[in-house]
């Protein structure tokens, strides 16, 4: 095998419900893609679990369900999922930003040995960390109907409870880097100082 590592750029985005997570993924990939020419994958678990919903099969009905009412996937479908992704889709040369994975433990550590299979020996984490109470704030403010108090409370459970145990597991792992970013500030100060902790070196 051939060590990507250093000609790639392999990136996990983490973070709670509200804290931004998906537009800075997005303007990550930008900036990434303005300075090194791979084409970048984007591996946003909730995409590619409503695209999976989609389709008449019997676990796609059931995966709608769960979607649906906000509830819980098995790791087994989210790990299937984005496992499935780079079968097909990565070819050795791309880099790589995962959106939504990995939220539990049992991902984290499969996703950590799927990267060596790939023999990607260094990756990057970026935690956009905020509170709980800013989180619940941002929440309440977007005024989704699923955005219930009881909902939200549920969802900073969950992250406490499951996430940190992912996070605390990408900050003890010598393969990774893992990047503590504030995430309680705007959207481009927030994009600057990703800018600076992973590109500015």
Known sequence: MTDISNKNEVCIFIGRSGCGK????????????????????????GSLLREMAKSNSYTSKIVKGILDVGGLMP???VISLWTDYLINN???KENIVFDGTARRLYEAEILD???????????????INVSRNWAIERLLARGRKDDTEEDIEKKMEWFDKEVMLSIDFFKN?????FIDVNGEQTIEQ????????????
Do not use: A, M, P
């Not at 791979?38 to 591996?43: A, K, M, V």
């Open 75 to 77: 790791e087994s479908i």
């Open 190 to 201: 927030v994009h600057n100082e990703i800018n600076n902790k992973t590109f500015q070196k």
């Open 113 to 127: 040995r799927t990267l060596k299979f790939y023999n990607i020996l260094k990756y990057k984490v970026i935690y």
């Open 90 to 92: 990565f070819f050795g």
């Open 22 to 45: 998906g537009t800075q993924t997005e303007l990550y990939i930008k900036k990434l893609e303005e300075i090194n020419d791979s084409n970048t994958l984007h591996i946003e678990t």
């Open 173 to 177: 792992n010598k393969n990774c880097e």
